[in-house]
């Protein structure tokens, strides 16, 4: 068990520093890192920069990985470097692998934020709202604001850290599967477990620790026909259009109950048994919450269980959008020579993502020929990643657990999730260590949508929660 006092002098310094904290996440929010648009390239350098210099004054030494030039918005771009980090290299202490990445998604004030996205805003009921508050500059910067603490405080970090932060994950993390392979074997050799806060709580009031996610194919169906964009008054009823055929495919993916209806894909989805059942009984969560996270009742089930297997151990089929297609407010008449439609499949344990990508491309085809349309289909597959599943008996989750013990006086929740981090797949498999999901923000937070926040309780007490796991990561070897 890590020391009682030990854990109150690092807790009492992070309450002392935390206006300071705050203003830190404030800097880092308003460098606009948007990984997604070519037009924010250098602000994505500029954020990993920042983190360098931050390195540079807690004295955590560093490489930058360069990963080579990327094709984006018809430019050939440089990408963001993966910047790897140590901190401590006592080989008598356990090394724990953190993760974080320093990108974020695109945010616009017209998209509907009450505030400028990325001037950090904080709300009378102390609610962090900016851009990247909670995905992942918070949780990123959470564990460099738990060493400067121990500094402060004058405690030496009873375990040795390295850092892996990479500026491509909403971007499909380009390069960085092939940096984890290449640094298993030198720059990762030595680390016991990985930690990574890239996800949340389940509901609002109390935390978890997450051993599961799903994985995830992401599609892109392109049909093409015209030369040109044409105009509807001159040439609509004479030609077959994209557009059309596209909805029409859209339809045939999936039903408004949620149900995919391409054949053979839920066929390696497990059985709900009895046992399973009986695990969502117990969790912390309630539909008020969910109601609230989305703000509407739209949800399709309306009881705890179903919501929580349909989120976490069903696959499911989701449509994103059109590019191509006229968008923009007023009446255009246009027929789009070209549209490309996008959607995904959350993927479950046991579902095969190059077994899924050929049902898809099958079904659609097949689909598209009962058109009879002359235009011309391409179904591609942008990316994909299986679903992960640790074990929580692990002592990496034991640690974690008696860390949100002396945190927040609770024992937390066991949660998979729905969505995607396919770097823990990698990791897990790279390095043949346990890797765990322990999250620092709520399930309300926003992540990807408007007003993403970060309440400011969550913040500290999530620099508290992390410095808290590395103790008790340290005590469990002594034990």
Known sequence: MADPVVLKTFFDKVDNLQDHYVERLRE????????????????????????????????????????????????????????LGTYGNDPNKKTILIYGHYDVQPALLEDGWNSSPFDLTETPKHQLIGRGSSDDKGPVIGWLNAIEAHQKAGIELPVNLKFCFEGMEESGSEGMDEVILKESKRY??????????????????KPCLTYGLRGISYFKITVSGPGRDLHSGVFGGTVHEPMTDL????????????????????????????KENKIYESIEFTLDEYHAAIESKTTIHDDK???????????????????????????KTVLPAKVIGKFSIRLVPHMEPDRVNALVEKFLTEEFAKLGS???????????????????????????AKAVERVFNVHPDYTREGGSIPITLTF??????????????????????????????????GIKLFGAYLHEVAAIKAD
Not at 49 to 69: A, M, N, P
Not at 188 to 205: E, M, R
Not at 376 to 399: F, I, M, Q, R
Not at 431 to 438: M, S
């Open 374 to 400: 002359k235009n011309t289909l391409n179904v591609e597959c942008a990316h994909g990643a299986k679903a992960w599943v640790a074990s929580p008996d692990h002592w990496n989750y034991v640690a974690a």
């Open 428 to 461: 897990q498999d790279a390095l043949n260590k346990n890797v765990l999901l322990l999250p620092m923000g709520r399930g309300d937070d926003g992540a990807h949508s408007t007003n993403e926040k970060l309440d400011r309780s969550n913040y500290i007490e």
């Open 28 to 83: 880092a929010v308003a460098i606009k890192s948007v990984s997604a648009d070519a037009a924010f390239r250098d602000e994505v350098f500029k954020m990993g920069q920042w983190l360098v210099e931050l390195f540079q004054k807690l004295g955590v030494s560093h490489e930058s990985v360069d990963i080579g030039t990327q094709v984006l918005d018809g430019k050939t771009i440089k990408l963001p470097p993966i910047i």
């Open 188 to 205: 990762f050799v030595g680390v016991d477990a990985v930690c990574i806060s890239d996800n949340y709580w389940l509901g609002v009031t």
């Open 305 to 331: 269980i179903k919501i929580l297997q349909h989120r976490w151990r069903f696959p499911s089929l989701s449509i994103h959008g059109i590019e191509g297609a006229f968008s923009a407010p007023g009446m």
């Open 247 to 274: 909805i029409l495919l859209f339809s045939k993916l999936v039903s408004p109950s949620g149900e995919i209806l391409i054949p053979g894909i839920n066929d390696d989805v497990e059985p709900l048994t009895e």
